[in-house]
């Protein structure tokens, strides 16, 4: 596995080592022993996630206010602008983002810890997204930031509105949203 550092030092780009041949290819998707060298962090994933969506669908800028996700995400078919936001108040990155494609075929992973906020939009006809987390689902919790917010300039891959969720229609803009310490 390979790491690409990227504008904000916590979120790391993760590129797996893929043997192909005319018969297809293997790559080890997840390490726990090389995972905490690459990333100086030991953490341990309590629940995988799967999801499939239809081009333009956007999902997001979700987090947890308590109970937060680190996440491990890539994509499994198809392909999707994925997007991770500070929104640690004392980072000096807070309100910046890191985006980028994240696809089948180019098989890279985005680490995202605690105290971001996360979304993608779906750029192929159809996508399936895998997530790996370090704390489980809590819907009491769970908060979303507005897709569109100015504050954060977010230059999403589309021509129309995305479909959103009623939970995503309704999400705060940062300045509204509660935040990490």
């Known amino acids: ?10 979120i790391l780009i993760i590129e797996p080592k893929v043997f192909g041949d005319e ?3 293997f790559f080890e998707s997840f390490n726990r022993r090389q995972f905490a060298e690459l990333t100086k962090r030991d953490v ?6 799967h999801s499939r969506s239809m081009k333009n669908v956007l999902r997001g800028l979700h987090y947890q206010i308590q109970q ?5 995400v890539r994509v499994v078919q198809g392909a999707v602008f994925d997007v991770a936001v500070d929104i640690r108040r004392s980072s000096p990155t807070f309100g910046h983002h890191v985006a980028l494609e994240l696809s089948a075929e180019n098989k890279r992973m985005l680490w995202i810890p ?3 906020a996360h979304g ?4 192929s006809d ?12 809590a819907p009491e919790f769970e908060r979303s930031i507005a897709w569109n ?3 954060i300039g977010i230059q999403w891959p589309i021509q129309d509105e995305p479909a959103l969720s009623e939970k995503d229609q309704l999400g705060k803009s940062l300045a509204e949203a509660e935040h990490f310490a």
């Not at 596995?1 to 916590?10: A, E, G, H, S, Y």
């Not at 937060?68 to 491990?72: A, C, R």
């Not at 159809?126 to 689902?137: I, M």
């Open 1 to 10: 596995m390979k790491v690409i550092p990227t504008t904000i030092p916590d």
């Open 23 to 25: 018969r297809g290819f």
């Open 44 to 49: 341990d994933f309590v629940q995988d996630n």
């Open 68 to 72: 937060p996700q680190g996440k491990l």
């Open 114 to 116: 605690e105290g971001f």
């Open 120 to 123: 993608f939009v779906v750029i």
């Open 126 to 137: 159809t996508a399936e997204f895998l997530y790996k987390t370090t704390n489980y689902w």
């Open 149 to 151: 917010d100015p504050a």
